[in-house]
């Protein structure tokens, strides 16, 4: 018996912002998508969701009262807030709270697999094999390479 793949829900009054992330067909998660907070918990409430990837403004509603129903959530799905003034003020408003990460907009496809993989623990899918327009070294990799050779790890 298969494992059920792991589900997305989108939150998000930008139908560009769900097109973004239709990135996930090709990969190993499920996408779903919600376009304000109340549609976003009836959603949860329905389906499980390992991971919410909620914009910072919402008709109903912000990214705040999403992660208080979550955190209400027995599996507790993962908050990642997308926003295009993301911001180190934001970042930390959200890690403070209990989301786990920002995303700035427009996503960037190897930035948003990576932020993913991170939140569910799973080894990082290589969006270049599927998908020609992301060059390899760019995004979160890059940098962490770049990292470990300032900070004398060998990569």
């Given at each position: 018996?298969?494992?059920?793949?792991?589900?997305?829900?989108?939150?998000?009054?930008?139908?560009?912002?769900?097109?973004?992330?239709?990135?996930l067909k090709h990969s190993r998660w499920r996408l779903s998508a919600a376009t304000g907070?109340?549609?976003?918990?009836?959603?949860?409430?329905?389906?499980?969701?390992?991971?919410?990837?909620?914009?910072?403004?919402?008709?109903?509603?912000?990214?705040?009262?999403?992660?208080?129903?979550?955190?209400?959530?027995?599996?507790?799905?993962?908050?990642?807030?997308?926003?295009?003034?993301?911001?180190?003020?934001?970042?930390?408003?959200?890690?403070?709270?209990?989301?786990?990460?920002?995303?700035?907009?427009?996503?960037?496809?190897?930035?948003?697999?990576?932020?993913?993989?991170?939140?569910?623990?799973?080894?990082?899918?290589?969006?270049?094999?599927?998908?020609?327009?992301?060059?390899?070294?760019?995004?979160?990799?890059?940098?962490?390479?770049?990292?470990?050779?300032?900070?004398?790890?060998?990569?």
């Amino acid at each position: 018996m298969s494992r059920p793949l792991p589900h997305v829900l989108s939150v998000s009054p930008a139908h560009d912002d769900h097109h973004a992330l239709g990135i996930l067909k090709h990969s190993r998660w499920r996408l779903s998508a919600a376009t304000g907070c109340v549609e976003a918990i009836e959603r949860l409430r329905l389906d499980r969701a390992a991971i919410v990837v909620c914009e910072s403004s919402l008709s109903g509603g912000s990214w705040k009262d999403v992660l208080r129903y979550v955190n209400e959530c027995p599996e507790q799905p993962v908050l990642i807030v997308t926003s295009r003034l993301a911001d180190e003020y934001l970042w930390a408003e959200v890690l403070n709270l209990g989301g786990y990460d920002v995303l700035a907009k427009p996503f960037d496809k190897q930035e948003v697999l990576w932020v993913l993989a991170g939140a569910r623990a799973e080894e990082p899918p290589n969006v270049a094999e599927w998908d020609p327009s992301v060059q390899p070294g760019h995004g979160r990799a890059g940098h962490n390479d770049v990292l470990s050779r300032q900070n004398g790890i060998p990569g």
